[in-house]
C-alpha cells in the first residue's frame, strides 16, 4: 500500500463497511415495510427518522469524541449501529424502526465525523485532495455495493443480520490500528441564520439536495414495487444512481470552477427537474429504461450540496470554511429530516408518482429562486470563487477535507 495511504486506511475501511450496512438498508427497509402493507405515510417518517437522528448526531456526537477519544467512539458508533440492525430483524413495528433508524442516523453522525477529522489530521496541503478523493470513493462505493445484496436475498428480514456484520466489521480496522487518536480541538460552527446572510442561495440549494435525495433513495424502491418490480431489479436501480452520483462529482465541480457556481446550479436544477418528470410518466418502460433515468436524474442532484456548499464559501474567508461547514450540514439535514415525509404524503394523495410531482415541485421552486438570485445580486469573479467540494452520499463536514481550510481549526 503506498505509505501515504497507510495512516488513513482504517477509516476508509471502516467507511466503506459502513457504507455497504446502509446500502443494504436503503432499499430493503421500504420494501419490507411495503409487504406489511404499511401504509406510505408511515415509511416517509420511518425514513425520515434517520435523517432526524443524524441531525441531532451532527449537533452533539462530537461530545462523545471529545469524551473517549476517535478510536474508541467509532468503535462505540459502528456497535451501536449493529445492534439497531439486529433489533430492526427482531421486530416488523414500523414504530420502532423509526427509533431505530433514528439510532442508526445519529451513529452514522458520529461514525462520519470521527472519519473525517482522523482524515484532516492525517492529510496536509500536498495530499488533502487526493486524501479526500479516496474518501469520496469509499462512501459513494459501499453505498453504490450495499444494495446489491437484494439480488442473493431477496428482501428478507436476513439482511438486517448482513447489515449488522457489515456495520460491526467496520469497527475492525479502527480497532486494531496502531495509529494515535489525533488532538481534539474546539469545533467553531456559523448559526444558519448567519449563512442565510451571507449566501441565501448557497444555503437553500443544501437544503435542497436533502429535500431531494432523501427523498429519493427513501422512496424509489416504493415506486419501483409498487409498479411490480423485484427486489432484485430495484437494488441495481439504487446502485446505479448511486455510481452515478459518484461519477459526475467532478465534471460537474469542474465545469461550475470554470463557468461559475450559479449557472451550473440552474442548469442542474432544471435537467434534474426535467428527469424527474420523465421518470414520473414512464410508469409503463422497461427496467432497463428507468434505470437510465434515474442514473440521470442522481447524477444531477448528487453535485447540489457541493455547489452549495462552493456558492456560500465564495462570500467567506478560506479560514471559516471549516465554522460554516456545520451550519451547511445543519441545512442539509433539516432538509434531509422534512423529504421523505412530505414526499411520502404526496405520493398518498397521488399514487407513486407523486413521488416525481413532489421532486418537480421542489427543484422547480429552487430553480426560480436561483435565477431570481442571478438577477438580484452579481456573481463572485470566476477567478475570485472558492473551489468545488464534492460530497460522499450525507455530507458530513466536508469542507473540513477543503485543501484551502486550516487543519488547526476545527
Known sequence: ????????????????????????????IPLMLLRQATPTGVIGVVASAYFVGFLLGALSADRIVTRVGHIRAFAVFAALAADAALLMALTSNPWVWALLRALIGFVMSGLFLVAESWLNDRADKTTRGRVF??????????????????????????????????FSTALLPMALTQQAN???????????AHLLRVSPLGVVVCVTSGLANSAFYALAPVYLERLGFMAGGVSVFVSAAMVAGLLVQYPIGMISDRLGRRPVTLA???????????????????LAVLIGFGTLYAGMTAPLYGLGAGQTNDYIAPDQFVAASGGLLFAWSLGASIGPTVAATVMTWLGPSG??????????????????RM????????AQQSNFVPAPAAPAGLPELDP??????E
Request: glycine fraction near 10%; charge should be positive; aromatic fraction near 10%.
Open 133 to 166: 478523493g479516496a474518501y469520496l470513493v469509499a462512501s459513494w462505493g459501499g453505498s453504490a455495493i450495499g444494495p446489491l445484496a437484494l439480488n442473493f436475498v431477496d428482501g428478507s428480514g436476513w439482511l438486517f443480520v448482513w447489515a449488522a456484520i457489515a
Open 404 to 409: 484551502r481550510s486550516d487543519p488547526a481549526v
Open 268 to 286: 442542474v436544477l432544471f435537467l434534474a427537474l426535467a428527469f424527474a418528470l420523465v421518470l414520473g410518466l414512464s410508469g409503463q418502460a422497461p
Open 1 to 28: 500500500m503506498n505509505v501515504r495511504f497507510a495512516p488513513i486506511a482504517p477509516v476508509l475501511l471502516g467507511v466503506v463497511s459502513a457504507q455497504i450496512a446502509l446500502g443494504i438498508m436503503t432499499p430493503l
Open 355 to 372: 413521488l416525481f410531482v413532489y421532486l418537480v415541485a421542489a427543484l422547480g421552486s429552487v430553480g426560480l429562486f436561483t435565477a431570481a
Open 182 to 192: 489525533p488532538q481534539i480541538g474546539p469545533r467553531i460552527r456559523f448559526s444558519l
Open 375 to 382: 438577477r438580484l445580486r452579481a456573481a463572485v469573479p470566476i
